[in-house]
């Protein structure tokens, strides 16, 4: 059974960074294909890919927050970890991990996200 | 802003049928497999559809999409109360490399 669930914390303050954690089970990141990615939802609903992280390594970026992004993978864990530096009101609400087992897309299973809040 | 476009709400009445509409460009649903999922309150996004039709298993009929051109659809046929949620579209985009989302349709069964 694939289960993941995101941890991290529910306010932070204009211009700290946000780390969050995402473990899951039932499937390994060093199997081939397989992809974890971080997407969120804004209060407007909309839905906002954010990066991935691949079985072999390879790191991807949503270009607009490229430079604010750092994701990485701890596979004796079953972790994937996001990092967001200078946050911002604009970048309040809920964060998502999700996998893909084929190549990045289509996500095929995601956690329930954690809502964060940003305010002083 | 979300990248592809999807209208923001569709209802009907209990066993009807809605049709869910999501439109992009050639650089993603024109060029990609199209997928659609579930988002309730509190709830895991749920995978309804991949590769612009599949459904996964355990994923109930009543769900059926398609994909022509740059346009798809995402039907759910014998509306209940619990399809009650927010319906998402998403692509791959070859230009952003990266997947794209829709920004969401809210289903309501009157």
């Known amino acids: 059974q694939v289960t993941l669930r995101e941890s991290g914390p529910a306010l932070v303050k204009p211009t700290q960074t946000l780390t969050l954690t995402c473990t899951f089970s039932?499937?390994?990141?060093?199997?081939?294909?397989?992809?974890m990615s971080w997407v969120r939802r804004t209060p407007g609903k909309a839905l906002e890919w954010l990066a991935r992280v691949d079985w072999d390594g390879a790191k991807y970026y949503n270009n607009s927050l490229k430079t604010r992004l750092t994701i990485s993978k701890d596979t004796s864990k079953n972790e994937v970890v996001l990092r967001m530096t200078n946050m911002g009101p604009a970048d309040r609400g809920t964060y998502f991990c999700?996998?893909?087992?084929?190549?990045?897309?289509?996500?095929?299973?995601w956690g329930p996200g954690t809502l964060v809040a940003v305010s002083s | 802003q979300a990248v592809l476009t999807q209208p923001p709400s569709a209802s009907g009445a209990p066993g009807q049928t809605i049709t869910i509409s999501c439109s992009g460009a050639t650089s993603n649903i024109g060029s990609n497999s199209l997928s659609w999922y579930q988002l309730r309150p509190g709830a895991a996004p749920k995978l309804l559809i991949y590769n612009n039709h599949e459904r996964p298993s355990g994923v109930s009929d009543r769900f059926s999409a398609s994909k022509s051109g740059t346009s798809a659809s995402l039907a759910v046929s014998g509306l209940r109360s619990g399809d009650e949620a927010d319906y998402y579209c998403a692509s791959w985009d070859d230009r952003l490399r990266g997947p794209v989302f829709g920004a969401g349709t809210t289903v309501t069964v009157v």
């Open positions: 999700a996998r893909s087992s084929k190549y990045g897309f289509p996500l095929d299973f």
């Open positions: 039932g499937f390994s990141l060093n199997t081939n294909g397989v992809c």
